[in-house]
């Protein structure tokens, strides 16, 4: 599918020949990527577990929960929105050390509270730092990672968000065993890979693209040289010629065919976060509060099982999300997110466990076969390198917006009109998911960036 297609770009750049190998420096690049977004979904999960403690220790009522749940999420939508203009103005490499500094800062003013109040400003910076990791990341799988393969490097950063979620489940079951002040030490637990990737990203060399668009061809050659080092030089010039374009501005995405495809990015990672959070975030709290788990260890064990789930959904697509398509797999998802929250809701209102587990199983599996991992993708790919990260900052931050709502309504709502309503209410938004992703003009899977933003003209 491609809207309005005018042509093709006439000198392709050598991803368009096909498989061969990233080596070196784009791998690590790839990694580096990965790394932060472990972070993310370790930070974003310890949360979760952090809960059970954190509630006696604070005395934490409805509202106060729903504001410290949203303050790191409040921090991601400004960081994003930030992040994403930084990484188009000064570069994707400017950010890559700053923010994860930032981060480490977060993690420590947490990790050592005296009270409720500074606990929210920790969790703000370290959101601030994740929200401004996020169009960086995405960037850089877009831009960085051959066009037949792209699809992995999304599927990979993803699988990394969850295994951060895995590791911080494992992490906060092992200290959960500390007493009251556990919740210190899960969240200053962090630090250790925010270290390990301070020293991953030293090397990464700017984007090629980037410096392409904005007329530094000596230094994209010399990029891209670091990043392939196995491409001949005639490869490295195709690549160059192909990279060069004409500069677009910020508002070019609110006109015409852009506009469309904007609305095709923000408004299903939207709907994935009112529900993914607002269900994530309290999980293992709806465990214990409705007798599923009979103490706080056996809430955060269920909890891996799901986030497992998520997990080997990914791995599944991992090879087939650049043959089968971004938005076909995530209409399949959110149809089967539905799906499993109405199952879950039923679960919830006859008093049968399994059903709640079967539920809870499928919206796993829905998650990690579709928007998961395909919002994030199409937040990027579809849009012109000069605007692509604030494309993605932007996509990150109203995401996150619906997530701060979903986060600070949640219990409210919840302790108003019970359990299975609100979870009726999640299965609408993910239906609503569904029509959004319709909306989506083209289909970026085994497709050239360059040829993509031809397409939006």
């Excluded at 599918?1 to 096909?18: F, H, Q, S, V």
């Excluded at 954190?54 to 992040?83: C, E, N």
């Excluded at 009726?424 to 960036?449: K, N, S, W, Y």
């Amino acid at each position: 599918m491609a809207d309005n297609d005018k042509g093709t770009i006439g000198t392709r750049p050598p991803e368009a020949g096909g498989r061969a190998g990233a080596t070196g420096l784009a791998r690590q690049a790839v990694r580096a990527a990965a790394l932060g977004m472990f972070l993310d979904g370790f930070d974003l999960s310890i949360m979760a577990i952090a809960l059970l403690p954190l509630r006696q220790a604070f005395h934490l009522d409805a509202a106060s929960t729903g504001a410290l749940m949203a303050s790191a999420l409040i921090g991601s939508l400004f960081g994003g929105l930030l992040g994403g203009i930084l990484v188009d103005r000064f570069g994707r490499k400017a950010l890559l050390l700053p923010n994860v500094a930032l981060y480490a800062l977060g993690a420590i003013v947490s990790a050592m509270s005296p009270t409720l109040a500074v606990l929210g400003a920790g969790r703000l910076l370290v959101g601030l730092a994740v929200g401004m990791d996020y169009p960086l990341v995405s960037t850089v799988i877009a831009e960085y990672s051959l066009k037949d393969r792209r699809g992995q490097g999304f599927a990979g950063i993803n699988v990394a968000w969850y295994l951060g979620a895995l590791a911080s489940t494992l992490v906060g079951l092992a200290l959960l065993a500390i007493g009251p002040d556990s919740w210190r030490f899960m969240l200053g637990a962090a630090l250790l890979p925010a270290l390990v990737l301070l020293w991953l990203r030293q090397r990464i060399p700017e984007s090629p693209r980037w410096l392409a668009r904005r007329g530094q061809a000596e230094a994209a050659r010399a990029a891209l040289g670091r990043l392939h080092p196995e491409w001949a030089a005639s490869t490295i010039e195709a690549a160059i010629t192909a990279f060069t374009g004409t500069r677009q501005r910020l508002p070019v995405l609110l006109r015409g065919a852009w506009r469309r495809r904007l609305a095709a990015s923000l408004i299903p990672w939207t709907c994935l976060d009112i529900v993914g959070l607002g269900i994530g975030l309290y999980f293992p709290l709806v465990l214990r509060m409705q007798g599923l788990a009979g103490n706080n260890t056996a809430a955060a064990e269920i909890n891996a099982v799901f986030l497992l789930i998520s997990t080997v959904a990914i791995l599944f697509i991992y090879r087939r999300l650049d043959t089968w398509g971004r938005v076909p797999l995530q209409i399949t998802g959110f149809l089967l997110m539905t799906g499993g929250l109405l199952l879950f809701a039923l679960g919830i209102e006859t008093h049968v466990a399994a059903t709640v587990y079967a539920g809870s199983a499928i919206y796993s599996v829905g998650t990690g076969i579709g928007p998961g991992v395909t919002a994030m993708a199409l937040s990027v790919e579809i849009f012109p390198t000069e605007l692509r990260a604030s494309a993605g900052g932007l996509a990150t931050a109203v995401s996150r917006l619906g997530a701060v709502g979903s986060a600070v309504i949640f219990p409210r709502l919840e302790a108003t009109f019970g359990l299975a309503t609100v979870l009726l209410f999640m299965a609408a938004i993910a239906l609503a998911g569904v029509g959004a992703t319709r909306l989506c003009p083209v289909e970026p899977a085994r497709q050239d960036l360059e040829d993509l933003e031809m397409g939006g003209h």
